[in-house]
């Protein structure tokens, strides 16, 4: 009895300890990791009172049907997740289809706000056609009677082989609906969390020529889908708690109702792997809603900085 309490203990103290060193083994590869992530927790408590929680899912909410844990920012530091080192520093965009200049137009700005949003630099690669996705990887929707491709296909036939050398993360955005394989009607994009590959489709944004009104419904769902995939690159899990850009969505009104901006837990992930100082970030962000007429994104993430930098409080 008492050597099966003693084996218990050891048991225990060996595995306290190879917990432990799994985080500090993480930790340790950046020194400046642990001050970091303690400044990180002061600023995600400051601007915690900025942001809206997430409400309790209606019926067909993604949070009504996926059942999902969330992630913490702790959890997220233990998880070891893919962040730019000294040979992978660059975001790479695919284009895979036909783009026409206004659609092109949008993919250039969000190759911009993705540099700001993740503070790294933002290649755009030479268009791929959607010729190259082989009939097995394409279907017509049963019901719906339009063409998609297969997430799966994109992620590991057509990014992975391709994946530059100095690739951080390598994203595809197409012009084609996708569909995610069995037992799904369609995605708006799918990542994964280790490959550093991932695909987003611009196919529901609406038609970004109908009018102003239109064209900033169209660049803000393609914004909102781009920083929500690389996200998940950069292993951020689906936010549980907060209305922000990292929650799941299920249908357009709900991902149309998530702002473009990270909540306060989600926001210390992003700016501990890429090593960006919250204030800096916003103001590089305000900077570029306040040039493309996104008004309500500037004036929160100008609201963000004064609550960071001490002159206003809180408050939504
Ligand atoms: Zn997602
Ligand atoms: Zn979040």
């Known amino acids: 009895m008492r050597t099966q309490k003693t084996f218990l203990r050891k048991a ?15 930790w340790t590869q950046d020194p400046s990791g642990v001050e970091r992530a303690t400044q990180l927790r002061a600023a995600m408590a400051k601007l915690q009172p900025l942001h809206a929680p997430l409400p309790p899912p209606a019926p ?14 702790d959890q997220y530091l233990q998880s070891d997740p893919v962040r730019p080192d000294d040979q992978r520093r660059v975001i790479y965009i695919q284009l895979l289809g036909e783009f026409n200049d206004t659609q ?11 540099a700001r949003f993740f503070n790294a630099p933002v290649t755009t690669q030479p268009d791929l056609s959607l010729s190259i996705i082989p ?9 719906w009677g339009m063409e998609q491709i297969l997430t799966d296909h994109v992620l590991h036939d057509v990014l992975r082989p391709r994946l530059p050398d ?5 994203l595809a955005l197409t012009t084609s609906d996708l569909w995610a394989g069995k037992g799904w009607n369609f995605v708006y994009g799918e990542a994964s969390l280790r490959q550093r590959v991932g695909v987003w489709s611009i196919y529901r944004n ?5 009018g102003e009104e239109a064209y900033l419904l169209c660049l803000r769902r393609t914004l909102g889908a781009a920083v929500h995939e690389t996200g998940h690159m950069f292993g951020l899990r689906h936010c549980t708690t907060h209305m922000c850009v990292m929650a799941g969505t299920n249908h357009m009104a709900e991902s149309d109702s998530h702002p473009l901006w990270l909540c306060p837990k989600c926001l210390a992930k992003v700016c501990w792997a890429m090593r960006v100082d ?13 040039e493309n ?14 609550v960071l930098n001490g002159s206003a409080q809180a408050g939504r």
Not at 104 to 114: E, F, G, H, K
Not at 280 to 290: G, N, V
Not at 293 to 306: C, D, G, M, T, V
Request: net charge negative; proline share 6%.
């Open 12 to 26: 225990m103290l060996l595995l306290g300890l190879a917990v432990l060193s799994g985080v500090i083994g993480c």
């Open 60 to 73: 067909g909410d993604w949070l009504a049907e996926h059942r999902e844990p969330g992630q913490t920012f």
């Open 104 to 114: 092109r137009r949008i993919v250039d700005l969000t190759a911009d706000y993705m």
């Open 135 to 143: 009939p097995h990887a394409r279907r017509t929707h049963p019901s």
């Open 166 to 170: 100095d690739a951080t993360v390598y």
């Open 206 to 210: 609406g038609d970004p020529d109908a």
């Open 278 to 290: 919250p204030v800096d970030r916003y103001r590089k962000l305000a900077e570029f809603c306040q």
């Open 293 to 306: 007429n996104l008004q309500a994104e500037r004036a929160f993430f100008e609201k963000s900085i004064a």
